[in-house]
């Protein structure tokens, strides 16, 4: 199999980085996870506007129907087939992107949660899939991790994608125009600000419910996504913490913030031998999708 880790190490240092603490092999079937994610992440987000530039992501979203494989999933290439990502998964995942296509602003926090399942949420299934993970209950962990981490991502960037015309805020915790968003007055700001506050501290109850399953992964995969993990749950931290207004630059952990939050983690690491009920509640905007906790 191909080694994808460089496409990692560019566009996804925070991962990158705890990486460092898993087995080669389940590193190179993540950075090949990473490597697809982020091709198509970069077909939709590059492309100008028109549908008749994502020829590209159409024919991989199409790629069952015309059975046209080539091409389509190539960093999955070398894989055993009992560890492929599953085809509902990455139908969700294709699913959400493509909504990228025709952009709308979520209603509310639910349809933002749905966005965040099938973009990141479905993310973290494809790893269960990769590392053979068949427990239900980590798998419901796994997408509030993938959630948590997206709500993080959608917190950091909102001048970057008022910029491609996109505001991922729940359009009933704050309905501002586009405009005031590029172009905010002090009282736009501060409310822009508020929400996204609010929508860090739902990241966080994700992060909280997603670290109860890393803990019963294997040794050197649990240490890595326990460090990305917290790395990511800092960014968070760092904004509300400092304050620091959404025009600003985007919000990253320098090295020292990483090294001490990675020492932390490995000096408190404690393995569990039983697994914490999940709390489907998390789950009620999820429940017509793969694996979420409907029962």
Not at 52 to 60: K, L, P, Q
Request: positive net charge; hydrophobic residues 40%.
């Amino acid at each position: 199999m191909s080694n994808y880790s460089g496409v990692m190490r560019q566009h996804g240092k925070t991962f990158f980085w705890a990486t460092w603490f898993l087995e080669k092999k389940t590193a190179g079937h993540l950075y090949a996870i990473y490597a697809f994610c982020r091709r198509i992440d970069d077909l939709i987000d590059n492309a100008p506007a028109g549908d008749g530039f994502y020829e590209d992501f159409y024919s991989i979203a199409n790629a069952w129907e015309k059975d046209k494989f080539s091409g389509a999933f190539d960093e999955f290439k070398g894989m055993k087939k009992s560890i492929l990502p599953r085809e509902a998964i990455i139908r969700e995942f294709l699913k959400g992107q493509a909504s990228d296509i025709a952009y709308n602003q979520p209603k509310n926090i639910d349809e933002l949660l749905v966005y965040c399942y099938q973009v990141a949420g479905a993310v973290g299934l494809m790893i269960c899939d990769v590392i053979g993970i068949k427990d239900h209950q980590l798998k419901y962990f796994a997408i509030d991790l993938g959630v948590a981490m997206q709500l993080t991502n959608i917190c950091r960037d909102i001048r970057e994608d008022a910029e491609i015309e996109r505001i991922y805020l729940p359009k009933n915790m704050i309905n501002l125009p586009l405009e005031k968003f590029k172009n905010p007055s002090n009282s736009d700001a501060r409310k822009i600000d508020s929400t996204r506050n609010l929508l860090l501290s739902y990241a966080d109850g994700y992060y909280e419910s997603g670290k109860k399953g890393i803990m019963h992964l294997p040794p050197k995969t649990a240490r890595a996504v326990m460090i990305a993990a917290k790395l990511y749950q800092a960014i968070g931290g760092k904004i509300t913490s400092n304050k620091i207004p959404y025009q600003s630059s985007r919000v990253y952990l320098n090295k020292a913030e990483k090294i001490l939050i990675t020492i932390k983690v490995l000096l408190q690491w404690k393995k569990k031998k039983s697994i914490d009920n999940h709390n489907k509640d998390l789950h009620r905007p999820l429940a017509a999708l793969p694996d979420a906790h409907i029962e």
